[in-house]
């Protein structure tokens, strides 16, 4: 084992520094995000800073990097208070990818990388008509987060549309029938494989393997 | 492809409800944390809700439950203010969750669960012995999130530990090497496999296969 301390992480060179502490938390979901600004133009980015809050109310949050970084997702909530959630599977892996790259604010990502939007009529945002698992967010708070200037965007799930056959007996999703991809890092995508569902933890009781 | 509103969400079953909303956003990071109290007795739990918050400095979060669902992390955190998140490798699975049992505050789940405890001189909170990647975090701030009691736990890493041979020649980890699982919903560990690397992306230009 290997013994590495904060003084000696400050020490390393800007991305070497910025690859490790991302990749340090471990696999993450990665997502498109949507957005159209006030005049509906869209706009998609890529994602892997999705957290669960909460199931009822069902609260989602993500981490929005600082506004001089990354604007455009962030402005077009404020002025819409809607977005949509797109999982990404291997063969839409690299359009999304492609998605990350710093486009104008007038240049609408899903033409660049070649994905489609599909629209709900009570939903301004659009989704990705290619995503597997995607679904539509209202905003209930954008909180700053004053440490590094960036912002936990908390959304309220509205509308969700999957593919079928996903949704187990008990409410489970089969993701890995969905091929939604895990992340690591800034820019590795990773397949998963399903090890084990374990029932419930009890004291003193072993749990069943479900 | 199926489309599920919110109202018809609100209309499942507590636990129905809670997998499919857990499940929704994707794969993410599972991780055992670990504390002391005051007195330095050992507390363990499981948490799939960390999330990169920056790499300069670096800033890790975390979700805490509210209080009376979740006390004994959040509570240590503040008593002592300081804690390790610890990756899961398969071998470690059964005993990861068990930790998540409501065991009473006087019972160190490390020994209920078959883990050893490790110490670093300068950490108070101990380690997981068998985890492959662990790092020691510095509470920063609790940030509370009013709308359903939850709290944004924000931590600076202070120190890393980990398995030989895992950081690539650009800082990246192959956690795929440690093992380190990935978690989906409230109850189900994955393995991952690596699909790609993709090179940093600019308008107009293709990126490379890392």
Redesign the interface.
């Known amino acids: 084992?290997?013994?590495?301390?904060?003084d000696t992480?400050k020490t390393?060179e800007?991305?070497?520094?910025?690859?490790?502490?991302?990749?340090?938390?471990?696999?993450?979901?990665?997502?498109l995000i949507a957005t159209v600004n006030a005049d509906g133009q869209p706009n998609l980015g890529v994602f892997?800073?999705?957290?669960?809050?909460?199931?009822?109310?069902?609260?989602?949050?993500f981490?929005n990097r600082p506004l001089a970084a990354a604007p455009h997702t962030i402005d077009n909530i404020k002025a819409t208070g809607v977005y949509t959630?797109n999982?990404i599977h291997?063969t839409i892996?690299?359009q999304a990818?492609?998605?990350?790259?710093?486009?104008p604010v007038e240049?609408n990502e899903f033409t660049?990388v070649g994905l489609t939007e599909m629209y709900?009529p009570n939903v301004v945002a659009p989704f990705v008509q290619e995503s597997n698992?995607k679904?539509a967010l209202s905003l209930?708070?954008i909180?700053p987060?004053t440490?590094?200037n960036?912002f936990?965007v908390?959304g309220?799930?509205?509308?969700?549309?999957?593919?079928?056959n996903l949704?187990?007996n008990?409410?489970?999703?089969a993701?890995?029938q969905a091929e939604?991809?895990?992340s690591?890092?800034v820019?590795?995508?990773?397949?998963?494989?399903?090890?084990?569902?374990?029932?419930?933890?009890?004291?003193d009781v072993p749990?069943a393997k479900?």
Chains 1, 2 share one sequence.
């Not at 991305?15 to 979901?29: E, H, P, S």
């Not at 892997?48 to 949050?61: E, K, Y």
């Not at 990818?97 to 486009?103: E, I, P, V």
């Not at 309220?156 to 079928?164: C, P």
């Open positions: 084992m290997q013994h590495i301390t904060i992480i390393w800007r991305f070497y520094r910025a690859n490790f502490i991302n990749c340090l938390t471990g696999f993450k979901a990665v997502s892997s800073s999705v957290v669960h809050l909460g199931s009822d109310p069902a609260l989602i949050g981490i959630i999982h291997p892996a690299a990818h492609q998605s990350s790259a710093k486009y240049v660049e709900l698992v679904y209930v708070e909180v987060i440490h590094n960036t936990l908390i309220k799930v509205m509308d969700v549309i999957l593919a079928d949704i187990k008990d409410g489970f999703l993701l890995e939604s991809l895990a690591l890092g820019d590795a995508y990773y397949t998963t494989q399903k090890l084990a569902r374990f029932g419930y933890a009890k004291p749990f479900l």
